[in-house]
């Protein structure tokens, strides 16, 4: 499925890193919108699925869906920019200023994106507000408080437990961002992205975009959960660690094991070569 190295791997990282913080506002505020709103869509088909049949693992098999679409559109998440734009930084091809500026931008797009998809599918189960029986609805509200006032409840051992759940996760993520620049081929890239996708939905991981929708939908269907037990308990801690899974457990640790990383010129033919070859 046309195969690409590593090392020209890592070298679209850098690119790709590049492109995403010198967007403009307007560009990473719509493709962080879009990218959330995806993600919040894909969720609740997993839940869905998972609700239809009793089992978790046709969820999480499921779910990946929605991040293949959002790679393969160009759109936007903030948690795979974790890993991609550090790397653009270290190799000088962007500023801090600019990778921060990408992530302010795309955190916003996504909390807009997850709202308006929120408010969407409220419209939709509950028939305008007129059927709050739907089975979908508990569900959430049961997950929302999961996701908060669990780990409310362990003090802090909750917030290490959601930490580290979060920098499992987007190692995850992330390797799914990487794993769909090992091939040429859609068809190579949605199976090579499928597969990190499907390990950290499965198994429960913290990812701050879902919950960007998961927490707050929860929260309009009349969950006990409060916006401080949403941001701390879990969104802010969640942000933390899946930046630390993003630059540490895949962009720097990729980076060092590839090192020294080459120009993109060098993995290029030079003009001369060309012209020998054809000769």
């Not at 991609?84 to 994106?113: C, D, Q």
């Not at 409060?226 to 993003?246: E, F, H, K, R």
Request: hydrophobic share 55%.
């Amino acid at each position: 499925m046309s195969y690409v190295k590593p090392i020209e791997v890592l070298e679209t990282m850098v690119i790709n890193g590049a492109n995403k913080a010198n967007a403009t506002p307007l560009q990473m505020l719509i493709r962080g919108g879009l990218g959330g709103a995806i993600l919040a869509c894909a969720t609740t088909l997993a839940f869905t699925a998972t609700a239809q049949t009793g089992l978790g693992l046709v969820g999480a098999l499921v779910f990946p869906v929605g991040f293949v679409i959002i790679v393969l559109l160009g759109l936007e998440l903030v948690t795979g920019n974790f890993a991609l734009i550090p790397l653009s930084v270290l190799e000088k091809k962007t500023t801090s200023a600019a990778m921060l500026r990408n992530w302010f931008y795309v955190i916003i797009g996504h909390l807009l994106g997850c709202a308006v998809y929120a408010l969407l599918y409220w419209v939709s189960i509950t028939s305008i507000g007129s059927n709050t029986e739907h089975p979908m609805i508990a569900n959430i509200i049961s997950i929302s408080e999961a996701k908060t006032l669990s780990y409310k409840a362990l003090g802090m051992e909750g917030l290490v437990l959601v930490f580290v759940k979060a920098i499992l996760c987007n190692w995850m993520v992330t390797l799914g961002v990487v794993m769909g620049l090992t091939s040429k081929s859609t068809i190579g890239k949605i199976t090579a992205m499928w597969l990190p996708i499907l390990i950290f939905f499965a198994q429960g991981f913290e990812h701050a975009v879902v919950n960007m929708f998961v927490i707050p939908m929860g929260m309009m269907f009349g969950a006990n959960v409060s916006m401080g037990d949403w941001w701390i308990w879990n969104q802010i801690p969640v942000l933390a660690g899946n930046l630390i899974g993003g630059v540490l457990f895949t962009a720097l640790f990729l980076y060092l094991s590839h090192k020294p990383l080459p120009s993109f010129s060098q993995l290029q033919p030079k003009a001369s070569e060309t012209v020998q070859e054809k000769s």
